[in-house]
């Protein structure tokens, strides 16, 4: 719970960091705007405006004072580094009952957070500033997922004004994850403010209060003299708190906090036969907004980080002065020296007067409005008097001085400060663009593009080894603690960037792509617990592409070109990675155009289906010979004697007791591959198919012996029972054949149809 003595605090350290920081802040103030354009030093743009007066002279005129921002293409080329780059956080199982499963679920539950939540452009946002004036940020935060429940979802956010973050200036780590506080500022109108926050005490200040309020606390009010020159400045402040735990040491080499120890392990005994024990101080995360009087909103923040992730340029540290600088700082002399040469050229060629006239004024007496239009306007003659000197002689007519201006050394000048520019900032023309491709062959180009990325990867190596390093941090704090009710499902989205879905903390199998849940103990049931064990992060820098399909396919083409022998092997998988209409379809003939020894492993669930199936349809064809036989039985029955009947009767008996074991072999069989079969899948389908089997059996064995019976009783009866047996024969063999055909010809249905 903040008090008092927490505001006082933040504003103390609030005055600290903005004083540490304020030449920094300004060097960034500085680049910005001269990366925007704003590259002419406040008082020479204004001596060049004109209108000045000096003593008696006319006013000085105003001088070309255009823009040339060199800068912009460089630093978008920078910039768009880490655009096309495919930034990605890996995870990795480290102990303590980590498993590849978890790991893999905090990938694809990382992976849709980034997605849904646009990660990208508040990376971006920050990567810029950084590229620019040496420092950025970007934030995580957590909000409620829609208005129906109380889930949260992590989503990244930008933060729009980067110069309003301070952080704390004692923190040594590039990505300042030992800082013990931070703030992110906010100037609000008091309107506005009053608007946000009608109940606080600062909302109801008087005219004189508020002055008060200025003087005392100028960093946090300013006023104009206006209602609406009136401004309020609030913070998001984060710091942290620590309790102090005791740890006991278990026998199994973990420590515990208090006297609980699981089962199974003891306390550890030091030489004084007590327990080994040591004080921890546990880090607490506290969130609290603010203005110059008062603490306005508070929270225990759920994460052990701060989270707001700094991106870095080029950092120096001066006898103990930290600077952070981009790309504009080392190019300002380069660019302010092309813009003064590309100014005076035009100067010079475009508005530098034509050459005077020289000559006695008495000799254009009288003419001189027409002489002084003489540079602006085509004149077919111009007038002079006949005036003579004191010996006579004629004064010579007005000629004109020529001057040639300096446009060539002014033009060498601008082509050296252009190549200023690209030695400063380390973009040469191979990467602009600029390479005519028919004086260098494609392989010196590229080499000369790379030169060029080499020189600038820094700042794309910090965002992804300082930044998204942190980054990932955050995020393994903050999911399991923001994804934690048990039965919940999240998005996900898999390094084959395709969409799905995962239940977590509870039982579940998946249906198709979507997690079903199931009691405790069900076979093939997965629990991804994310709470459990540890687990390291490693960023990764891979080449851009739209889809991590089309980064496979790119990957095998090149391998393919290489190993052309390769082609018969993975086809199928490259074609597979593709998204031209009827790749899928392409995909599957070349699969089955596979070697036996490449085909699908046998323990796959679809291919003992089909084996199932097969096997059924071998029991189908042994009924049908079975029927087959009993009729021809059944003729001779009809045309021989009562002993032959009686032997054939018999004979038959002995028949069909090979086949039904025949058949139960077969069922025997089925049952074994039911087995071995993935229960989430085929279960259902293979349980059908038994249940057919079964029935088949049952009715052919009931077939079998009422087709006996009949024999023995028709040749104990004489020939007769003959009429009879026929009869009840053809009805019997009628319904039989009917029950036979509807349960056994009739094939498996698919799970859950």
């Not at 600029?434 to 700042?459: E, F, V, W």
Request: a negative charge.
């Amino acid at each position: 719970m903040a008090t008092k003595s927490t505001h006082r605090t933040a504003l103390d350290r609030f005055k600290v960091s903005s004083s540490v920081f304020s030449k920094q802040r300004q060097r960034e103030l500085d680049d910005v705007k001269f990366a925007v354009g704003e590259q002419w030093p406040d008082d020479i743009k204004a001596q060049r405006q004109g209108g000045q007066v000096v003593g008696n002279m006319p006013p000085i005129p105003a001088r070309p004072c255009e823009e040339f921002n060199k800068l912009r293409q460089p630093l978008q080329q920078v910039e768009n580094q880490a655009r096309q780059a495919r930034l990605a956080l890996t995870f990795a199982p480290k102990g303590d009952g980590a498993s590849r499963d978890v790991a893999d679920a905090y990938e694809d539950i990382a992976r849709a957070i980034q997605n849904d939540s646009r990660a990208q452009i508040a990376r971006n946002w920050a990567f810029k500033r950084a590229v620019t004036a040496g420092l950025g940020w970007y934030r995580i935060l957590y909000e409620y997922a829609n208005d129906g429940d109380f889930d949260l979802d992590l989503v990244y956010k930008r933060i729009l004004n980067q110069a309003s973050v301070y952080p704390d200036p004692f923190a040594e780590e590039p990505d300042w994850s030992d800082g013990q506080f931070l703030f992110i500022t906010q100037w609000l109108s008091l309107p506005e403010y009053q608007r946000q926050f009608g109940k606080s005490a600062l909302a109801d200040l008087d005219d004189a209060d508020f002055s008060d309020l200025v003087t005392q606390y100028s960093d946090w009010a300013t006023t104009d003299g206006t209602d609406e020159g009136r401004r309020v400045q609030i913070a998001e402040y984060f710091y942290f708190e620590y309790d102090t735990v005791e740890l006991i040491q278990g026998s199994d080499g973990k420590g515990y906090n208090g006297t609980g120890l699981p089962h199974g392990v003891t306390p550890v005994a030091g030489k004084d036969g007590k327990p080994v024990t040591r004080k921890v101080r546990q880090p607490r995360v506290q969130w609290c907004k603010l203005n110059a009087i008062e603490i306005l909103e508070e929270q225990d923040w759920l994460g052990k980080y701060i989270p707001v992730i700094p991106v870095v340029g080029d950092e120096y540290n001066l006898n103990g002065e930290r600077r952070w600088e981009g790309i504009v700082r080392q190019s300002r002399g380069a660019c302010r020296s092309y813009i003064y040469m590309r100014n005076a050229q035009i100067e010079a060629v475009g508005l530098a007067p034509r050459a005077p006239w020289v000559g006695y004024v008495e000799t254009i007496e009288g003419f001189e409005d027409v002489w002084n239009q003489s540079n602006t306007r085509n004149f077919s003659m111009l007038p002079i008097k006949m005036v003579r000197d004191g010996s006579g002689s004629a004064l010579p007519p007005p000629t004109r001085q020529a001057v040639e201006p300096a446009i060539q050394a002014i033009t060498l000048a601008a082509h050296e400060a252009d190549g200023d520019i690209k030695a400063t900032t380390g973009i040469f023309d191979p990467s602009l663009g600029n390479l005519n491709p028919s004086d260098r062959s494609g392989k010196a180009i590229l080499a000369l593009q790379k030169q060029a990325d080499i020189g600038t990867g820094g700042y794309l190596d910090n965002l992804a080894h300082v930044s998204m390093a942190y980054e990932g941090k955050v995020l393994r704090d903050l999911i399991p603690k923001v994804y934690d009710r048990p039965g919940r499902i999240v998005a996900t989205i898999g390094q084959d960037d395709q969409r799905g879905s995962l239940m977590l903390n509870a039982p579940f199998i998946n249906q198709g792509q979507q997690p079903v849940p199931v009691a405790p103990g069900t076979q093939g049931a997965k629990v991804i617990d994310l709470s459990k064990g540890e687990y390291t992060i490693v960023p990764t820098v891979g080449k851009s592409h739209t889809t991590r399909r089309e980064e496979g396919a790119d990957a095998m083409g090149q391998l393919l070109e290489a190993a052309p022998q390769l082609a018969s092997i993975v086809a199928d998988l490259w074609v597979a990675d593709m998204d031209f209409p009827g790749a899928k379809q392409i995909a599957d003939r070349l699969k089955k155009m596979l070697p036996p020894n490449l085909q699908d492993s046998p323990d796959d669930p679809e291919r003992q289906l089909a084996a199932l199936q097969q096997e059924a349809q071998k029991a189908q064809q042994i009924i049908q010979v079975l029927t087959q036989e009993l009729q021809a039985k059944t003729k001779i029955i009809e045309t021989d004697t009562v002993k032959a009947n009686q032997q054939v009767a018999l004979k038959q008996m002995d028949v069909t007791s090979d086949q039904k074991i025949q058949l139960w072999k077969i069922a025997a069989d089925l049952l074994k591959t039911q087995a071995t079969i993935d229960a989430s899948r085929a279960d259902a389908s293979i349980q059908g198919g038994m249940k057919l089997i079964e029935q088949q059996i049952g009715f052919e064995s009931e077939r079998i012996q009422q087709a006996t019976t009949m024999a023995h009783e028709a040749a104990m009866a004489g020939v007769d029972h003959r009429n009879t047996l026929e009869q009840g024969q053809q009805q019997g063999d009628q319904a039989l054949t009917q029950q036979a055909q509807q349960a056994a010809l009739q094939p498996p249905q698919e799970s859950g149809a």
